[in-house]
C-alpha cells in the first residue's frame, strides 16, 4: 500500500513537474519570490534597528497582542533572527537578493542557465563577507552572525588569527580570480580591454624581446597613437567576447526567446537540435574563450603610419581665389554665349578638380548643356572638364574643371582618415578623396570584384599599391591572403618580404608572386578547387558566406575534426590582364569568370587590372562580373565606354585622376599617392616580423602539361574515362573543361582523365593556350583502339 501510495505521489509529482513550465504558474511563482525577497530585505533592513526590542518577543511568536518594532512586524522579526542573528548577519542581505534574481528569472521567463551559477557565487560570497566580518567585528554579533563568529572561532582554534588572516585572503583572490576575471595584468595596463588579450597571449619575457628590435619599436614608440588604435580596433571583438561571461544575463535573454517563445511543435525542433550544438560550443566558448585567428601570430604589430610619407601635403587644400572666380565668369560667359543663363552657381574644390554646380534657368533643356561639353572646354582652354547633366539626386548640372595646382592626396592622409580608421567594413579600402575632398572608402567584399583599366602611366601601379596597402593597414596576416599576378615582373615584386604573412602560393611553387603565364592557370585552376572547397565546408556548417562561416567558426560550432577551418580572405590581384589573355586565352578566361561568378560568397576576390581596355579582353562575360570598375584616364572614349559603359575616362587629368563605378553612378575621385618607397618600408615593417613557416598553401592542381610523362595503368583509368573519350572524340576537341561541361566533373578530375587520354594516344600533347589534338578521327576507331589495348 505504502508502495503505491509513494509511486502515486510520485507520478502526480512529476504530473506537477511537467505542468511547471506552464507560463501562469513560473510568473506566478515567479512574482511571489520577488515580493518575498522583498519582504525579507525590509526585514533583515530594520532588524538592525530593532533587534533589540524585539529579542524579548521572539519567544510570544504566537501571541496575538505581541507587537514587534520590525517592518514586517513578528514575522519579520524572528526570519531576520534566524537568517541575520542565527545565520550570516549583513552577508544575509545577498540571500534577498539571490531570491529577487530568481524571482525575476521565472517571472521574465528567463533561461535558467546563468541562474545556477549566480546561486553557487551569491552563497560563496555571503559565507566570505559572513567570516570576514565575524572576524573584523568580532563583538558585534549582527555584522557576521553566529555563522561567522562561529566559523572565525573554529579556524582559530586550529590556525590561529594569521591563519584566519590567510584563509580570508585566499578566500578574496579565489572571488576576484573566478568571479571578476581578475589578472595581474590588469594592475599593470588598466585601461583598455584590448592590452589585456594582447599581455595575455605574450609572456613578459616575449615584451623584451620584441623591445629588442630597435628600429620596430623606435616606430611603435614614435606613433603609439596609430597602434593603439589598431588595437583598439581588434580588441573590440574579444571585449565583447568577453561580456557575456560576467553578465549572464544580456546573454541569456536572446537564447530564451529562441527557445521559449514559438509554441509550435516545428520551431521547437529546430531550436533543439540547434541547442544540443550550441551547448557544446557555448561550454567551449566558456573554457576556452572564442576561436582567434590571430593568435598564432599574437605579437604581429600593425604597420604604423609614420611609414607613409605626406607629400609634403600638411594642410588642406589650398584655394585659389582668383581661379575660382576667373573660371566661374568664363562659364557664366559661355553659357550665355549660348543663350543659356544660370539662376545659381557653386563650387565645391577638390584636390584636382573643382565642381562647378549651376542651376540654369528655367525652361533650359539639360541636353543642350550637355552638347556643348567640348566648347565650354574650349573657352577654359582646360584638359580634363567633365560635363555630368545632370548630377544623380541634386538636380544641378555640374562642371569638373581641373585645379591649376592639383594637391595630392597623400595615402598617409587617406589612412589616417577616421572614415577609413572606423570603417567597419570585411575588407576596406581608401582609394583617395572625391571631389568634395572627402576621403573615399569601399568594401572590397561587397565590390565583390574589381576591374581597373587605363592608359600606361596614368597611375594603375599606384591604385593597386593603395588597394594593397589598405588592406595591410586594416588586416592580420591571419585574416587576408594574396595572390599576386605581375607578368610586368617588376611591379609588384616589392611584396615578396610578406610572403610568408600574407601570400599565398601553390605547393610546389618557389616564387609566391606569380610572373610566369603559364603558372597563372594552374593557380587560376587551383583557386577554382579552393573555391569548390570551401562551399563544400560552407554547405556542410549550414551557412551562406564566408562572413558567417568564420563567425560560426569563432564560436566554435564547427568542429576543426569535420575538416573546418578559419578562412582567410583570399584576393588574386592581376596586374596586366591583357597580357595574360594575349598569352593562354580561354584557358585563364574560363577560371576567370567561373571564380568571378561564384566566389563572391566564399571571400575570393579578383582585382583585375589592364592597360588595354579593349573588348577582346574584357569580354562580356568577364564584364558582367566585375560591376565594380575603376577607369584611370584613357585614350579614347570607346576605351570609356569598355570600361564604364559611360564616356568620361578619356577626359581625365591623369596622374591618378579616375572615375569609379559600382553599378550606375560614376564619381570622380583623386586616388591617393603611395610611392614604391613607402610601400618598400610597409613590406619591410611587416615582414622583419615573425612570420608563418610558410606562404598561404593553395590547394593542389595538376595541369595538363604534367600529364605527358604520365603512364596510367588502364586499370587505374577514371570510371569516367570511356564517356570522356567519347565527348572529346566526337567533338574533335581535347581539351578539359569540355569534359568538365558534358560531363559535370570538378576541374581536377578532369585534368586527369586528359593525362589517361594523352597517354592512351586518344589526344595530344599539351599545346598551351590552343586545345590538344585529337588523334583518333571517330567513334568507330575509338572504340577499335580500346578493344585492342584489352587484348
Ligand atoms: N594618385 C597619384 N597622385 C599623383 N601622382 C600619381 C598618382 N598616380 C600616379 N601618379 C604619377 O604617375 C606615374 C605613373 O603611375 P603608375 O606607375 O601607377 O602608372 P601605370 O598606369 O601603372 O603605368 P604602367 O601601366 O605603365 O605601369 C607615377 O610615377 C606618379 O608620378
Known amino acids: 500500500m505504502a508502495k503505491k501510495k509513494t509511486t502515486s505521489k510520485k507520478k502526480t509529482a512529476s504530473k506537477k513537474m511537467s505542468l511547471k513550465p506552464s507560463k501562469q504558474n513560473t510568473i506566478i511563482f515567479g512574482s511571489l519570490l520577488i515580493l518575498f525577497s522583498i519582504a525579507l530585505f525590509f526585514s533583515f533592513v530594520s532588524f538592525y534597528f530593532t533587534w533589540q526590542d524585539d529579542q524579548s518577543l521572539l519567544t510570544e511568536f504566537s501571541d496575538r497582542n505581541a507587537e514587534a518594532k520590525n517592518l514586517l512586524n513578528k514575522f519579520g522579526a524572528a526570519v531576520s533572527h534566524f537568517f541575520v542573528y542565527k545565520g550570516f548577519g549583513v552577508a544575509s542581505l545577498i540571500l534577498t537578493f539571490l531570491l529577487c534574481i530568481t524571482g525575476l528569472y521565472l517571472f521574465l521567463n528567463l533561461e535558467k542557465k546563468g541562474l545556477l551559477k549566480k546561486w553557487i557565487w551569491g552563497l560563496t560570497f555571503m559565507i566570505w563577507i559572513s567570516i570576514a566580518l565575524g572576524f573584523v567585528g568580532e563583538a558585534k554579533p549582527l555584522l557576521g552572525g553566529m555563522v561567522g563568529y562561529e566559523m572565525n572561532d ?15 585572503l585566499f578566500g578574496l583572490v579565489f572571488i576576484l580570480v573566478r568571479f571578476f576575471k581578475f589578472s595581474p595584468d590588469k594592475i599593470r595596463k588598466p585601461s583598455f580591454g584590448g592590452s589585456r588579450t594582447k599581455t595575455a597571449e605574450t609572456a613578459p619575457g616575449e615584451d623584451h624581446i620584441d623591445l629588442g628590435e630597435e628600429p620596430l619599436i623606435d616606430d611603435a614608440e614614435e606613433a603609439p597613437v596609430v597602434i593603439d588604435t589598431y588595437t583598439h580596433k581588434k580588441d573590440i571583438p574579444s571585449l565583447k567576447e568577453e561580456e557575456p561571461a560576467k553578465s549572464d544575463f544580456e546573454v541569456n535573454v536572446p537564447v530564451e526567446e529562441e527557445a521559449e517563445e514559438p509554441l509550435s511543435m516545428e520551431v521547437e525542433k529546430i531550436v533543439e537540435e540547434k541547442e544540443e550544438t550550441d551547448n557544446i560550443a557555448d561550454k567551449l566558448v566558456e573554457d576556452f574563450g572564442e576561436f582567434d585567428p590571430t593568435l598564432e601570430l599574437g605579437n604581429y604589430k600593425f604597420p604604423t603610419i609614420d611609414l607613409l610619407d605626406p607629400h609634403g601635403v600638411t594642410g588642406g587644400i589650398t584655394i585659389n581665389q582668383e581661379e575660382l572666380e576667373e573660371n566661374k565668369n568664363k562659364i557664366v560667359e559661355t553659357l550665355k554665349n549660348y543663350k543659356i543663363g544660370i539662376s545659381q552657381i557653386k563650387a565645391t574644390i577638390g584636390p584636382t578638380v573643382t565642381l562647378y554646380e549651376i542651376v540654369p534657368e528655367a525652361g533650359i533643356r539639360i541636353s543642350k ?26 538636380g544641378t548640372i555640374g562642371i569638373e574643371v581641373p585645379n591649376k595646382n592639383a594637391t595630392i592626396v597623400s595615402m598617409r592622409s587617406v589612412i589616417a582618415s577616421s572614415k577609413f580608421q572606423k570603417a567597419e567594413m570585411q575588407l576596406p579600402i581608401a582609394f583617395g578623396k572625391t571631389i568634395s575632398n572627402e576621403t573615399f572608402v569601399v568594401d572590397l567584399a561587397k565590390m565583390p570584384h574589381l576591374l581597373m583599366a587605363g592608359a600606361t602611366g596614368q597611375g594603375k601601379s599606384v591604385g593597386l599599391n593603395a588597394v594593397l596597402t589598405s588592406l595591410l593597414y586594416k588586416k592580420h596576416p591571419a585574416e587576408v591572403k594574396f595572390i599576386l599576378v605581375d607578368p610586368k615582373k617588376v611591379e609588384l615584386s616589392i611584396y615578396n618580404k610578406i610572403e610568408r604573412h600574407f601570400l599565398a602560393k601553390l605547393p610546389d611553387s618557389d616564387e609566391a608572386i606569380i610572373t610566369d603565364n603559364a603558372k597563372v592557370i594552374n593557380t587560376l585552376n587551383s583557386l577554382c578547387i579552393e ?47 591583357a597580357d595574360l589573355i594575349m598569352t593562354a586565352g580561354k584557358e585563364v578566361e574560363t577560371p576567370i569568370a567561373r571564380l568571378a561568378q561564384l566566389a563572391r560568397a566564399i571571400g575570393i576576390h579578383l582585382i583585375i587590372a589592364t592597360q588595354r581596355p579593349s573588348v577582346n579582353v574584357i569580354t562580356g562575360i568577364i564584364k558582367a562580373n566585375f560591376p565594380a570598375r575603376i577607369a584611370f584616364r584613357v585614350t579614347s572614349k570607346i576605351d570609356s565606354r569598355t570600361i564604364l559603359d559611360a564616356q568620361g575616362a578619356d577626359q581625365l587629368i591623369g596622374r591618378g585622376d579616375m572615375l569609379y563605378t559600382q553599378g550606375n553612378d560614376v564619381t570622380r575621385i583623386q586616388c591617393a599617392f603611395v610611392d614604391t618607397p613607402e610601400v618598400a618600408k610597409i ?30 595503368e588502364i586499370a587505374d583509368r577514371d570510371a569516367m574515362f570511356r564517356e570522356a573519350a567519347e565527348v572529346i572524340v566526337t567533338a574533335q576537341q581535347g581539351s578539359a573543361s569540355l569534359i568538365q561541361r558534358k560531363l559535370k566533373l570538378g576541374y581536377n578530375r578532369a585534368g586527369r582523365i586528359i593525362d589517361q587520354l594523352e597517354a592512351a594516344g586518344i589526344v595530344g600533347p599539351f599545346e598551351g593556350s590552343k586545345a590538344r589534338q585529337v588523334l583518333v578521327p571517330d567513334l568507330v576507331a575509338l572504340d577499335q583502339l580500346l578493344n585492342n589495348e584489352g587484348s
Open 683 to 712: 613590406t619591410e615593417y611587416i615582414g622583419s616580423q615573425r612570420a608563418y613557416p610558410h606562404a598561404h598553401e593553395l590547394p593542389e592542381y595538376s595541369g595538363d602539361e604534367s600529364g605527358t610523362s604520365i603512364d596510367y
Open 531 to 577: 573555391m569548390d572547397n570551401r562551399y563544400e565546408l560552407l554547405k556542410k556548417a549550414m551557412v551562406r558566406n564566408l562572413k558567417e562561416y568564420n563567425a560560426k567558426f569563432k564560436a566554435r560550432k564547427l568542429n576543426p575534426n569535420d575538416g573546418h577551418k578559419y578562412l582567410p580572405y583570399i584576393v588574386l590581384v592581376i596586374d596586366e590582364f
Open 369 to 394: 548643356i550637355k552638347n556643348l561639353e567640348d566648347d565650354i572646354a574650349l573657352s577654359l582652354a582646360a584638359l580634363g572638364i567633365r560635363i555630368i547633366a545632370p548630377i544623380p539626386g541634386k
Open 154 to 168: 573554529f579556524l582559530k582554534d586550529y590556525t590561529g588569527t594569521i591563519g584566519v588572516v590567510l584563509i580570508l
